[in-house]
């Protein structure tokens, strides 16, 4: 007998989205996506598969198993993981508390922390227990690291103007995350794979097959965003080259990881460490290898001041000896410690969404230091000189109405534009020199390292006092420049940054350590711990001696010798050395990429780009990894937030398509 067609039709299929990584990119993502549901996507049902080995919310690198003295390099009420009207939004703002105000919100019992966090803080309190009296049956003398205090301890200790561990930032993304799964419409299910993510295949127009390291069938998804974060990598031609010489004369060479993640411990106490690179990786491994060995500070009650005093280190004997030196040879510059008073600067200004549309209209391919570069130049000495003529007029020479007409009519990095600046700003101090900034001890020489320790820590003595100082308020104008341009580069995408030096010089100028920290180091350098190699640092291997050999530009005729040599800085994303397999296929499959290894998306919506430029329908990718890469996942509230905006444009296009492929479903059902 006939069969009808009713009897034959395929049962509905529920939409589907997965999500490759659980950190606080994937959870802002997902956070937009809860926002434009009801309006874009209405009641319909929705599956969003979430795919991530670690927790969700703090994913790897904000996981809460980090040693409690590792902090963020942002004070608590820099940190928000919620919009608000600074960011331009297409969508919904949803507002939400500030990392500050989620512990005060704890404190007074309107929050509970999430039950991820209540799992991990009772498995920590066992676990200390456990080894304690471990530790009292073997009456060992063994000093471990310290353990600090409890999470519950910290946030209750917590300020505006806390520098928090990275286990209470873990705690605040757990309970985001929560918070977010709880606002999905009542049809959208969330399903975690705490997996990896090997590949995603599927043809461009029909549903997609994300492959998992612990299952043998694919999840199938209408779309996929990979929300990857920062990624591993392999190692160079020069670090295989520097690990086989460590091998070969029983040396220790760690090339660049994540210093987190890093074994420390073939460093051996007393010895000296050749450390090369002094970011936020330098940071973490000067803590683990002084405190997290057993070293403590004290003030020094002879210089007690507002900000405790000068810092005394007490070794514990079990230190390595730091030998830390850099293309620049001084550290980032330290957090600034005082909050913006009286008028903004009207940003965006010489850089905005105007000049970005004019750039990306134009026919001929754009370059970065040529079409870009002096556009960013220029914003950033306008932030810097309307807050110099409108909080500190008594240090400039002509009005600023006047000032900020013939600046606008000046060309970037002209004499017209530099004699104007002397003309009108009499104090060179008062001057803003981004090229000094850079560099700052480009021409210098020292006759011996032990005359570059004193420079060094009368450098860091001055940036510390500055950067603290309001009286330098146009610093922090310039930190505000900084954001907003960022926001027009993410619309840019990667136009030929070589080897990330915009992108590197941000980090140096607004994304340092604490205050702290550099005392810290001061303390370190005055106790021998730490020494300072200076910039232009080379290393080679000495095949006869058998030893890694450091030179640096500005102490000619000096080098230092160690039988350890660290890469203190991140992993190179180059596509050949990428360890992420899903990223590795993706790349053999042809998805476009630039020369620095990043991933090319459409800045409008973070659609994957293939290799003749058009965008992937189903694929989306957000993060550090990509050619729209932000700032950071969150930011400080009431900052514009990119990262933000990123996040919604691609959950609204997200669901979007999730509507059409839904309607077309039941227009066939």
């Known amino acids: 007998m006939p069969v009808s067609s009713h009897s034959v039709r ?12 659980a950190g606080p990119r994937g959870t802002g993502f997902l ?8 309006s874009l996507y209405g009641d319909l049902p929705l599956d969003i598969h979430l795919v991530d080995p670690h927790p969700p919310g703090g994913g790897r690198i904000w996981r809460r198993d980090q040693s409690p003295l590792l902090w963020m390099n942002s004070m608590a009420e820099d940190v ?22 989620w512990a005060q919100d704890i404190r007074e019992g309107r929050s509970r922390i999430s039950a991820e966090s209540e799992r991990a803080e009772s498995e920590r309190a066992e676990s200390q227990r456990s080894e304690s009296e471990r530790s009292e049956s073997q009456g060992s003398g063994y000093a471990h690291e310290p353990v600090g205090p409890g999470l519950r301890a910290e946030i209750a200790a917590l300020t505006g103007q806390t520098f928090p561990s990275r286990r209470v930032q873990s705690a605040y993304l757990s309970w985001v995350y929560e918070q977010t799964v709880a606002a999905l419409p009542p049809g959208v299910t969330v399903h975690r794979h705490p997996t990896r993510a090997l590949r995603v295949s599927g043809p461009r127009g029909g549903r997609q097959r994300v492959w998992l390291e612990d299952r043998t069938e694919p999840l199938l998804a209408d779309l996929v965003v990979l929300t990857l974060g920062h990624l591993d990598g392999e190692p160079d031609a020069e670090q295989r080259e520097l690990s086989e010489f460590a091998r070969r004369h029983g040396l220790v060479h760690l090339p660049p990881d994540f210093t987190a993640d890093s074994d420390l411990s073939a460093l051996p106490a007393g010895e000296p460490v050749i450390v090369r690179g002094f970011g936020l990786a330098f940071v973490d491994l000067m803590v683990l290898l002084t405190e997290g060995r057993g070293g403590r500070y004290s003030a020094d009650a002879a210089d007690a001041g507002d900000d405790g005093g000068e810092l005394v280190y007490h070794p514990s004997g079990r230190e390595p000896v730091l030998h830390v030196g850099s293309r620049r040879g001084v550290p980032y510059h330290s957090k600034i410690g005082y909050a913006l008073e009286g008028e903004r600067p009207p940003l965006p200004r010489f850089l905005g969404p105007a000049q970005t549309d004019e750039l990306l209209s134009r026919q001929a391919p754009l370059a970065f230091r040529r079409d870009v570069e002096p556009l960013i130049d220029k914003e950033l000495g306008y932030a810097h000189y309307h807050r110099l003529f409108t909080a500190h007029p008594e240090r400039t020479r002509v009005g600023w109405t006047d000032f900020e007409e013939k600046y606008a009519a000046a060309d970037p990095g002209s004499p017209e534009l530099d004699t104007l600046v002397v003309a009108a700003v009499p104090d060179p101090a008062d001057r803003l020199d981004l090229d000094a900034l850079d560099r700052p001890l480009d021409g210098l020489r020292f006759p011996s390292y032990d005359a570059l320790q004193d420079g060094l820590r009368d450098y860091i003595d001055a940036d510390l006092a500055r950067r603290h100082d309001p009286s330098h308020s146009p610093d922090l104008a310039v930190f505000l420049g900084l954001l907003s341009v960022y926001g027009q ?24 350590p604490p205050g702290p920290r550099l005392r810290q180091l001061l303390a370190l350098s005055r106790a021998g711990v730490v020494r300072f190699l200076g910039a232009g640092v080379t290393v080679e291997a000495d095949e006869r001696r058998g030893l890694f050999r450091a030179t640096s530009a500005v102490v000619p005729g000096e080098h230092v010798e160690a039988r350890a040599l660290v890469e203190a800085r991140l992993p190179d994303p180059a596509p050949e050395r990428t360890r992420s397999p899903l990223l590795r296929a993706l790349y053999e499959e042809g998805a476009a990429t630039t020369s620095a290894g990043l991933v090319r998306v459409d800045p409008g919506d973070g659609r994957l780009l293939e290799s003749d430029g058009r965008p992937h329908p189903r694929r989306f990718a957000l993060g550090p990894y990509t050619t729209a890469r932000s700032s950071g996942a969150f930011t400080r509230p009431r900052t514009g937030g990119p990262a933000f905006r990123q996040n919604d444009a691609t959950a609204r296009s997200a669901l979007t398509l999730l509507r059409e492929l839904s309607c077309r479903t039941s227009l066939s059902a």
Do not use: C, K
Not at 10 to 21: D, I, Q, R, Y
Not at 31 to 38: F, T, Y
């Open 31 to 38: 956070e937009r996506l809860a926002a434009n549901a009801p």
């Open 489 to 512: 580069l993410i619309r840019l995408g990667d136009l030929g940054d070589t080897g990330g030096r915009w992108h590197g010089f941000f980090s140096y100028l607004a994304s340092g």
């Open 80 to 101: 928000t993981m919620f919009t608000d009207d600074s960011v331009a939004l297409a969508g919904p703002v949803r507002q939400g508390p500030a990392l500050h105000e």
């Open 10 to 21: 395929n049962p509905p299929v529920t939409p589907s989205v997965v999500v490759v990584g």
